[in-house]
């Protein structure tokens, strides 16, 4: 007896399930070659793309982009030229022509969640213009020191001009330096995944099929709905494994004094950068809801980067005490953040405009 008399069924579904990949295999690499088939690798896709040399950034000239972040769908993604979130798509010249800074950090910086007039990026640009002091800002969501020095230098020898970095040195770099990226043998960052093979996997699906591709896509797209639509609590934001390397002794074990020791070399390496090309740089810290919930005023994060700035000769701003004082921490957190998010809301980002403004 045969297999396929064995198991008819199975058999069937099979090959029928191997027609249909070979079909979608093919079909991606005919649409890819004559351009009508783009890979997707995140939900946002469309101006969340991949990057050779510092691994992700944003794409140029993005128009009225409906982003979504967390339970806040559909707010507005605006990028000039350069790919940096602005308040409209605009040619950014290499060659600065008044006093010209540039922002550095991650999701926190950036601003995901509100448009760029509504971030703390855009309310200083609003307010130092009038100084004929221009403000860029080239944060992206999930970057750390490895990626603000290679962005960094990519746009150095790319011609871009600037006079002052300010360096949003952000909590959860430390695990990103630890877990997340690395700088392969050409000199650029990579996922630290790039080698393990389920990360291979989701990779081949994502760049030779079509079908399976927006399968995962709708997937991820559902996943994050049911998370919108699930009533964000206040304890979401408590006790977070990403920012409690600062409190816990056994999260700062486990990846905090590898991650900061990686920080730490990589700040280093964009320090000699800048001073090289005769930039100033300042260093910004500040607290997630766990500092503030926890009153982690002298918190590793401070210690440790105002000793490095000394270190450096870096100006250095930390904003640990606006947001740890005598008000209540709950209160504060419920204030300045998003509810059930770690990230600032529009009273949030205000304050971090009010508080660094009179130091820049």
Do not use: C
């Amino acid at each position: 007896m045969t297999v396929f008399e064995r198991y008819p069924k199975t058999t069937l579904s099979t090959l029928f399930i191997t027609f249909l990949l070979i079909i979608d295999i093919g079909a991606a690499a005919l649409f890819s070659s004559i351009g009508l088939y783009k890979p997707q690798y995140k939900i946002e896709s469309y101006y969340r793309i991949e990057n050779e040399i510092f691994h992700h950034t944003l794409a140029a000239n993005i128009t009225n982009a409906k982003a979504q972040w967390g339970p806040i769908l559909g707010y507005e993604v605006n990028t000039n030229s350069l790919g940096f979130k602005d308040s409209q798509p605009r040619k950014i010249s290499l060659e600065k022509t008044n006093h010209r800074i540039l922002l550095m950090g991650d999701s926190f910086t950036e601003g995901v969640g509100y448009a760029y007039n509504d971030t703390f990026a855009g309310i200083l640009d609003k307010n130092l213009k009038n100084k004929n002091i221009e403000v860029l800002n080239a944060a992206v969501s999930s970057y750390s020191p490895i990626i603000y020095y290679r962005k960094t230098q990519y746009l150095i020898n790319k011609g871009l001009e600037f006079d002052h970095m300010v360096v949003f040195v952000d909590i959860s770099d430390i695990e990103d330096e630890a877990k997340n990226y690395i700088i392969n043998e050409d000199g650029n960052v990579i996922s630290k995944r790039a080698g393990k093979l389920n990360y291979k996997l989701k990779r081949f699906i994502t760049e030779n099929t079509i079908i399976l591709s927006n399968i995962r896509i709708l997937l991820r797209k559902s996943k994050n709905s049911v998370k919108a639509v699930n009533e964000p609590k206040f304890d979401d934001v408590i006790n977070a494994p990403r920012s409690l390397w600062t409190i816990n002794d056994g999260i700062y074990n486990d990846y905090g004094k590898k991650g900061l020791k990686l920080a730490e070399q990589h700040m280093t390496m964009l320090a000699n950068l800048l001073k090289t090309n005769n930039i100033k740089l300042t260093i910004v810290v500040y607290p997630w809801p766990d500092q503030i919930w926890h009153k982690d005023l002298e918190s590793k994060q401070v210690i440790f980067w105002q000793n490095w700035s000394k270190e450096h000769n870096a100006d250095f701003i930390n904003l640990f005490p606006t947001f740890i004082n005598a008000s209540n921490p709950k209160k504060t957190i419920e204030d300045y953040f998003i509810f059930g998010d770690f990230h600032w809301n529009k009273k949030g980002h205000n304050l971090i405009a009010e508080s660094i403004l009179p130091q820049l």
